[in-house]
């Protein structure tokens, strides 16, 4: 009963006092005289943005830095010591290690399976209905795509019947010993990044086929006039026009590999050496309670993401220089 | 292009037809075995989701449509009442429409002004916003937590809107201002000359007009929200009251290891809304996941 007055009161209360502060707020700013009035509205019209992002973007960032320096309970300095810890304890160095892994594999296998969709269904009829099954996934959390893909590679004894896909597939084959797949290191990482792979190659497919609906027909009509082979079309042609659309969709893969958490919370909890380094500083956070270990790897995590920032940057005044 | 097509298919005789039917098999079979490959795990799950347990336990799903069909219901009851799926449903839902009404109003505010309004700084308040886009959470969970345990608002649904918010709001001012900065410029104007003021430009003529970039943005941070794990794990903790679906599902895959027929039944129940919202609005869950895939 509580929870439906707390719903209640939510749907009508709170567009309510936005919509309420802003009238508010138009009301004082166009009695005050004249000249004020133009100077104080666009920042009354900001004000409610600005505040949520300095308390929960700017403010905590600068906070994270500070916290790096200091001890478990950010009460005494202790200099380099946080990032000391992250560059040389041993489960961070297999943290750094599989998000190394995540990186590369995660961003070339979405990348290059969106890629391949991409153009192998720009030649069938049934286009539509084969990306709209690829993109499915993107729907879907990572914590059920983690349960999904925990079921297909679930192992049983030899034996016994197994249950995990996987595992009866390649049983098919004779002498095949059913395997455990995401409890051997370091191959069991591979398993993880698949799952994620699932989820996000869809993504990746839709923005690399809307990118080669964009190039003009004739361009490679001339080039089949002048013989040139389907491969030769795509590697000489199509590609190098795609290539600022692949470049987008690597750093956003990037930008993912680097945080990704839930995959790993949920298929291992982080066993098994499948840690990265979101896991490593959720750990630190909540079972070793040592903020100074937390905030250095969230700096880490920051600095890595740092290139893609400055890439996003320029390109935005790229695209702001052509309006 | 349609013309000339079908002249030249008219042209092609009929043996080298069929042989480049046969040469395009191999383009077929590749697309199929990727479909195939992308459904099957779904299905799995779906099927083992209605399976009793003792069969999920000993054979695989696919035995399911060998007879004896059995398929029974008794998993999503079991999960609904005695694993708090029930009540995670209601919990998630609390969360995620607030966490959505709450910044997209609030980012059309300052989309306006970023768009319609001049003030000193608008450039370089700007481009902060683009480059917060992408800093990780990772980088601010320890200041706010600490700020939500000294506020009482560390488990809270008050204080996960609020944070939800916050990391929402990059991306919604950067879309919001883009669209509505394309606006028409004649449309205000002629507005102004109408005497209307700003509040009625933003409610009269803003809004209404802006009302597919909105259901697009609304749709991808409701479904980031309902997806979310971490930033519930981090401000909500574990308690079960105000878990939404995705904290239970992932205690549940701690607690039931090999309970495959729960597990199954809990994914999917967290499943239903987000897939009803790709079926049913799909124009607008593209654009809006495209748009927003930018955010860090």
């Not at chain 1, 502060?21 to 133009?38: D, F, H, K, N, Q």
């Not at chain 1, 996000?200 to 497919?205: A, N, R, Y």
């Not at chain 1, 750990?283 to 400055?310: K, M, R, S, T, Y």
């Not at chain 2, 004896?68 to 029930?86: A, C, D, H, I, K």
């Amino acid at each position: 009963m509580d929870r439906l007055w707390l719903a209640a009161a939510v749907v009508a209360g709170i567009p309510l006092l936005l919509v309420g502060y802003i009238t508010l707020a138009e009301g004082a700013v166009s009695r005050l005289p004249g000249r004020g009035s133009g100077w104080i509205r666009p920042w009354l019209w900001l004000a409610p943005g600005l505040f949520f992002i300095t308390v929960f973007l700017i403010y905590p960032t600068v906070g994270t830095l500070r916290l790096s320096f200091l001890g478990p309970d950010s009460t005494r300095p202790v200099g380099l010591a946080n990032y000391v810890f992250v560059f040389t304890d041993k489960s961070m160095l297999v943290a750094l290690r599989n998000n190394g892994l995540w990186l590369v594999l995660f961003t070339l296998l979405t990348v290059g399976l969106g890629l391949l969709v991409a153009v192998l269904t720009d030649r069938v009829r049934y286009e539509a209905a084969a990306k709209s099954l690829v993109f499915l996934p993107m729907a879907v959390s990572f914590t059920a795509a983690s349960v999904i893909w925990k079921f297909m590679f679930d192992y049983r004894p030899p034996g016994t019947p197994q249950t995990g896909t996987l595992n009866a597939v390649l049983s098919l084959i004779p002498g095949f010993q059913p395997r455990a797949w995401l409890i051997n290191p370091p191959l069991n990482n591979v398993f993880l990044i698949v799952a994620a792979v699932w989820v996000w190659t869809g993504f990746c497919m839709v923005i690399l086929s809307a990118a080669l609906k964009g190039i003009p027909s004739e361009v490679q009509e001339a080039a089949r006039v002048d013989g040139a082979t389907e491969w030769q079309l795509f590697w000489r042609i199509t590609f190098p026009l795609l290539g600022s659309t692949v470049a987008v969709a690597i750093t956003i893969m990037v930008v993912f590999a680097l945080k990704t958490f839930d995959v790993v919370y949920v298929m291992t909890n982080g066993n098994y050496d499948t840690q990265n380094t979101a896991f490593a500083q959720y750990e630190q956070l909540f079972v070793n309670h040592d903020f100074g270990h937390a905030a250095a790897i969230g700096v880490v995590l920051l600095i890595a993401i740092l290139p893609v920032l400055a890439f996003n940057l320029r390109r935005f005044q790229q695209q702001e220089s052509t309006r | 292009m349609a013309a000339i097509e079908l002249r030249r298919a008219a042209a092609v005789p009929v043996a080298p037809r069929l042989e480049r039917r046969l040469g395009r098999l191999p383009l077929h079979l590749v697309i199929v075995v990727i479909c195939a490959l992308w459904l099957l795990p779904s299905v799995g799950l779906l099927v083992s989701s209605f399976r009793p347990p003792q069969l999920v336990a000993t054979t695989g799903w696919w035995t399911a449509f060998h007879p004896p069909f059995e398929f029974t219901l008794q998993n999503y009851r079991q999960v609904l009442s005695t694993y708090n799926m029930g009540t995670s449903f209601v919990n998630s839902l609390l969360i995620a429409v607030p966490a959505t009404v709450i910044p997209l109003l609030i980012a059309a505010y300052a989309a306006y002004a970023f768009a319609w309004m001049r003030f000193p700084g608008r450039q370089g308040l700007f481009l902060v916003v683009v480059g917060l886009l992408v800093v990780p959470l990772q980088t601010t969970f320890i200041p706010v937590l600490h700020l939500f345990v000294q506020l009482g608002l560390a488990g809270t649904f008050l204080g996960i809107w609020l944070a939800h918010t916050g990391y929402g709001l990059p991306l919604a001012i950067y879309l919001l201002r883009n669209f509505i900065g394309e606006l028409p410029k004649d449309m205000f104007e002629s507005a102004l000359i109408d005497g209307a003021g700003h509040w009625t430009m933003f409610f009269r003529l803003v809004l209404p007009t802006s009302v597919a970039a909105l259901a697009s943005l609304a749709i991808f941070q409701f479904l980031w929200v309902w997806n979310d794990l971490l930033v519930a794990l981090i401000y909500l903790g574990g308690q079960p009251s105000v878990a939404p679906v995705t904290v239970t599902i992932s205690n549940l895959t701690n607690s039931l290891g090999q309970g495959w027929q729960l597990l199954t039944a809990a994914a999917f129940i967290s499943m239903a809304l987000p897939l009803a919202v790709f079926f049913g609005l799909q124009r607008y869950f593209a654009s809006g996941l495209l748009a927003g895939s930018v955010k860090g």
